[in-house]
């Protein structure tokens, strides 16, 4: 890429193994921008529960993408922004673009970090992912043909990851959006149900929506064994969807690349053409079942 002022030609992708960060960086290289890809396996390594790895990632870049992991609304987040926005500025970063989430106070105090550091900076405030369902956190219950879910008359915006990467990296590339902050959802309100009516027409096999009160779905979680610090999560979350906050649909894609958003509708079509959803348990387990026999009757 040309040299341009105010462009940043290096930039660090944190958590450049997740939906957002590798896309986004994905597609600032197809830009020619050099990126270093931010994760506990890159070189240098940038690992967020080891603020020791930070500088070294930081070194030499011109500015940074930033997903924190797990989410801004956890406690620990707003100490660990505030340390790294001071080594971003030690080393000489000149932009940061921040993934922020819809309706979460605790997120918003992290953008504030951001926003008065100093340095030029773009928020993209995010909600739930269309691609949770085919790659992410209820991918799991789409195989299994129950999305067992809270909130069951609360619709959210559903965001394509694609759209919010572009978003992103658009931030990177032009100077128009620095100072903006990016509300970015998809064009429809959905809810569960509209979302697993959808989903079974794409698939062609029956996705049904399970209501669950906000502590039966946590209680489900905890026999699963996932940690607390994701259970306050969860809980926070849904607590903020179950609310209505967010229950309409924000402008971020269309004021950011001049084009509206995906619906959930292509993203499930395209998905599904492409096979990027998980197969059916079912087919799992004959597939399971078949390799087995295969192998003892070999």
């Known amino acids: 890429m040309q040299n341009q002022p105010n462009i940043p030609q290096n930039v660090l992708v944190i958590a450049a193994s997740g939906k957002t960060g590798r896309r986004v960086a994905d597609i600032l290289e197809s830009k020619g921008v050099s990126v270093r890809r931010g994760s506990r396996s890159g070189s240098p390594a940038f690992d967020w529960e080891r603020p020791d790895t930070w500088a070294a990632a930081l070194g030499g870049m011109d500015a940074a993408y930033v997903a924190y992991l797990p989410d801004?609304?956890?406690?620990?987040?707003?100490?660990?922004?505030?340390?790294?926005?001071?080594?971003?500025?030690?080393?000489?970063?000149?932009?940061?673009?921040?993934?922020?989430?819809?309706?979460?106070?605790?997120?918003?105090?992290?953008e504030q970090l951001v926003q008065q550091s100093g340095l030029e900076w773009t928020v993209v405030r995010a909600g739930w992912f269309n691609q949770n369902y085919s790659e992410g956190i209820f991918a799991d219950m789409v195989a299994q043909g129950v999305i067992a879910l809270p909130d069951a008359d609360t619709r959210e915006a559903l965001i394509d990851v694609n759209d919010i990467a572009e978003v992103a990296a658009a931030s990177f590339l032009d100077a128009r959006h620095d100072g903006e902050v990016y509300e970015v959802t998809g064009p429809e309100l959905l809810s569960h149900e509209q979302v697993a009516q959808q989903l079974s027409a794409a698939l062609g096999r029956?996705?049904?929506?399970?209501?669950?009160?906000?502590?039966?779905?946590?209680?489900?979680?905890?026999?699963?064994?996932?940690?607390?610090?994701?259970?306050?999560?969860?809980?926070?979350l849904f607590t903020i969807t179950a609310s209505g906050v967010n229950?309409?649909?924000?402008?971020?894609?269309?004021?950011?690349?001049?084009?509206?958003?995906?619906?959930?509708?292509?993203?499930?079509?395209?998905?599904?053409?492409?096979?990027?959803?998980?197969?059916?348990?079912?087919?799992?387990?004959?597939?399971?079942?078949?390799?087995?026999?295969?192998?003892?009757?070999?």
């Open 247 to 298: 229950a309409h649909v924000a402008d971020g894609v269309e004021r950011a690349l001049g084009r509206a958003p995906r619906s959930f509708s292509d993203f499930v079509s395209n998905a599904a053409a492409n096979n990027v959803f998980p197969p059916a348990a079912h087919e799992t387990a004959e597939q399971t079942a078949g390799q087995t026999k295969e192998a003892t009757n070999g």
């Open 72 to 110: 801004l609304a956890v406690p620990q987040a707003k100490p660990d922004i505030t340390r790294l926005v001071e080594l971003a500025k030690e080393k000489g970063l000149k932009k940061l673009v921040l993934l922020s989430g819809r309706g979460e106070p605790e997120a918003q105090k992290c």
């Open 206 to 236: 029956q996705i049904r929506y399970q209501p669950l009160t906000i502590p039966e779905f946590i209680a489900g979680l905890q026999q699963q064994g996932v940690p607390d610090v994701y259970l306050g999560l969860m809980h926070d």
